[in-house]
């Protein structure tokens, strides 16, 4: 029987920003709203759809080989793994979340010393109680099942939450008082699985791709004929992964020059380049971008 990498895939908040990114690396997943057993278009995978909240316990279990979900999840569950890579990004975007410790705009509860005999709802159980020991206070930590902001000041005295933009706990009126940790989202792999040379290597190959489709998400690639006379000027207005490559064109006054650029920087650096004597700029967007 041939070799099958069992990759377990996040489902909720991170799971359509997961399949996105697994298509851009070439992974395309298909599956229907009732099931958790996905398909891919690559033989040597077998895919399971987990919540980020059980995928280490899977991982561990060797339910599945390597399992993407978030780090804060990772850590809360106490399970044994190993974290493969880093995927910096969120159900919003490119960026790193944050658990943060919320209560009421009105509360008189000013930082975590105040407390001592409160009770605090959040669905990140484990990390919250760790944060309350090393600053030394005994408060009630409460497993929240949802609409954690909701909570205060009837159901709790202070909530830790998760937050992108933290406009959820504005529009509650909450205020923040700490954070108790960063999260984003990680490869996480099985010990003894990730000692196959076989399962090493294939994973090896998808965290490369993975982590070139999200190098991608902030990129372009920029076309240009320049005079040669106008080049000097033109190089000193690109920035470049190394340096712009540039070709030889029949009319052999000009040349081509194509390079990857910040994709923030287009709307300012087109106009700048048709004035120092560029044409025919061509921006085209990119797929995977591998350093």
């Known amino acids: ?33 009732r099931s958790y057993f996905p398909r891919v278009n690559d033989d040597e995978i077998e895919v ?26 990772a850590k809360d569950s106490g399970c044994n793994y190993k974290i493969l890579a880093d995927l910096i990004y969120a159900k919003q975007g490119l960026r790193k979340v944050r658990w943060v410790l919320a209560v009421p705009e009105n509360s008189k509860i000013k930082s975590v010393k105040n ?6 709802a959040t669905e990140l159980v484990e990390t919250t109680k760790k944060y309350l020991k090393k600053n030394k206070v005994n408060a009630k930590v409460e497993f929240s099942w949802g609409a954690t902001e909701a909570k205060p000041p009837k159901l709790a005295d202070a909530i830790v939450e998760l937050t992108e933009t933290g406009s959820s706990l504005q529009a509650n009126k909450l205020k923040i008082l700490d954070t108790i940790m960063e999260s984003y989202t990680v490869v996480i792999a099985n010990e003894k699985s990730i000692k196959d ?47 712009p490559t540039i070709s030889a064109l029949s009319n052999k006054v000009w ?34 971008v591998i350093y």
């Open 115 to 120: 407390l001592k005999g409160k009770i605090i």
């Open 48 to 73: 399971q759809l987990a919540r980020s909240q059980e995928m280490a316990r899977y991982v561990e279990a060797g339910v599945v080989d390597v399992g993407i979900c978030g780090l804060d999840w």
């Open 255 to 288: 040349v081509d020059v194509d390079t990857i650029i910040d994709e923030p920087v287009v709307r300012e650096l087109i106009p700048k380049l048709k004035r120092a004597g560029a044409q025919g700029i061509v921006e085209y967007p990119l797929n995977k």
């Open 197 to 243: 040379p076989w399962i090493k290597n294939k994973v090896e190959n998808l965290i490369m791709l993975l982590k070139g489709a999200l190098n991608a998400e902030v990129k372009v690639g920029i076309k240009l004929n320049v005079k040669k006379s106008n080049l000097k000027k033109i190089l000193s207005l690109l920035p470049a992964l190394q340096t």
């Open 1 to 33: 029987m041939a070799k099958k990498l069992k990759l377990g895939l996040p489902k909720g908040s991170l799971q359509e920003q997961t399949f996105e990114l697994l298509k851009k690396a070439g992974f395309k997943v298909s599956v229907s709203s």
